[in-house]
């Protein structure tokens, strides 16, 4: 590949990938903004928990990559990405300029819904305009974009604390001001050849919906589910109790639990940049997975069997963020685009992305009574959840390592 079109398909994958940093972002601004809109609404603790179960970390995501990927399929990647941007920045304007609390729940459930939306199209989009021999690494990229939107956030937080519900709006116009800016410059790309093949081609072989639910497709959705989702569930449970990690071990102060949370995102870079961009298009993947997954289960494991102190807490920070960095999250990415036909990708990821975020909104009003029953068991609890998605992964895992899509689509179709 030429100098201009490998810095083109690069582009490509910034202007796409920035769809995880917005994700990322927004779930990590939201949650952020909760107290203080609680404090000035007088918001109850139920209302608190609707917000988080429909917004963009949960079933407004689930709902929008439902219903967003099985138009990318039909209508083309570009367009759904393109303008599903306005709709987000829609959503996000109500939460900037809210002065009720119908503005926030509106404004949540556009942002989830956009979001959601937004993930398979850029996810199909990455996977097919990337060199064959180069398609994990720039699934990587994305994923670096998804932690850097939570620093990025959390350091703006920071800085902005005295200015109390200001400061929240002033971290929701710079995603606003974001979304804008990519509905312009993703205006200018070029649709996914990949998909404009299949368009082609749909009359006589485009698979019908139905086959992504028998076969090997089937197996792949409930791979990619199982491995994914019992991970997720840690990810999401990890996010309400790492508060309380902070503040037993003596992180008491904003800046100080900011700090270290901006820092476990920063390790999760590190992580994805030197080892899953280098080696996912070289190595085994499958052992690369199971890799990522015992050491994230060993420091899991740490607070279940160790008294909760400081070096342990920064152990276990070191240990989940680093084999976070080039596991379930990339892999998800990663392997959601390379099992499925071009016209049927973005369909299949909008129903794996669905069903994870949808099965989190669920399980989250069910962690403060887990949380009740004392950290020592939610711990083990979380590592078995850590477990679970380890056995799959191994059980189900592909080798496509340094295969393109037409190859790994010809495989499925000889099994």
């Known amino acids: 590949m030429s100098n201009t079109a490998n810095s083109g398909s690069w582009r490509d994958t910034i202007l796409a990938g920035l769809a995880n940093y917005i994700d990322a972002g927004s779930i ?10 609680q404090e000035h609404f007088g918001l109850s603790e139920s209302y608190l928990g609707v917000l988080g179960a429909f917004g963009p970390n949960a079933i407004g995501a689930g709902v929008g990559a439902l219903v967003g990927g ?6 083309g990647r570009k367009k759904i990405y393109q303008w599903d941007m306005l709709v987000y920045a829609a959503g996000m304007a109500l939460l900037v300029f809210a002065v009720a609390p119908w503005m926030i729940v509106t404004g949540f459930l556009i942002v989830g819904l956009a979001v959601g939306a937004d993930i398979p199209a850029s996810w199909s989009l990455i996977a097919e ?10 699934s990587g990229a994305a994923q670096v974009l998804w932690y850097l939107g939570p620093v990025v956030v959390l350091l703006m937080s920071l800085a902005l604390t005295n200015l109390g519900l200001l400061g929240a709006r002033i971290v929701f116009a710079h995603l606003l001001v974001l979304a804008l800016g990519l509905t312009f410059l993703r205006s200018r790309m070029k649709e996914s050849r990949r998909w404009e093949e299949a368009q082609a081609q749909a009359t006589q072989e485009a698979p019908p919906l139905s086959s992504l639910f028998r076969g090997h497709h089937l197996a792949s959705i409930l791979g990619l589910v199982g491995m994914y989702g019992f991970w997720n569930l840690w990810a999401g449970t990890n996010g309400f109790f790492f508060p309380y990690i902070l ?6 102060t904003q800046a100080q639990s900011v700090a270290i949370q901006a820092l476990s995102f920063f390790i999760g870079m ?3 940049w030197f080892v899953f961009m280098k080696l996912v298009d070289k190595v085994n993947q499958r052992q690369l997975f199971i890799a990522s997954a015992v050491i994230q289960v060993i420091g899991m494991a740490l607070l279940a069997v160790f008294p909760l102190t400081i070096p342990i807490a920064l152990l276990y920070v ?19 685009a390379d099992q499925f036909p071009t016209a049927l990708r973005a369909t299949a990821q ?7 975020r949808i099965a989190l909104g669920v ?3 069910f962690v403060p009574m887990l949380n009740a029953t004392g950290f020592s068991n939610l711990a083990w609890i979380l590592t078995g959840f850590l477990v679970i998605s380890g056995v799959i992964g191994y059980l189900w895992a592909p080798r496509n390592e340094g295969k393109s899509l037409e190859q790994l689509e010809a495989e499925r179709q000889r099994a």
């Not at 305009?129 to 720039?138: L, N």
């Not at 909008?350 to 994870?356: K, M, Y």
């Open 28 to 37: 990590v601004s939201a949650s952020v903004a909760l107290a203080l809109w």
């Open 70 to 75: 099985r138009l990318c399929d039909k209508f």
């Open 129 to 138: 305009q990337a060199p064959d021999d180069a398609r994990g690494k720039h």
């Open 247 to 252: 503040h037993t071990v003596g992180a008491a």
């Open 270 to 272: 590190v992580s994805i």
């Open 318 to 336: 070191f240990l989940l963020q680093f084999g976070g960095g080039f596991g379930a999250q990339s892999f998800f990415q990663l392997w959601s």
């Open 350 to 356: 909008g129903i794996c992305f669905a069903i994870v």
């Open 363 to 365: 399980f989250s009003f």
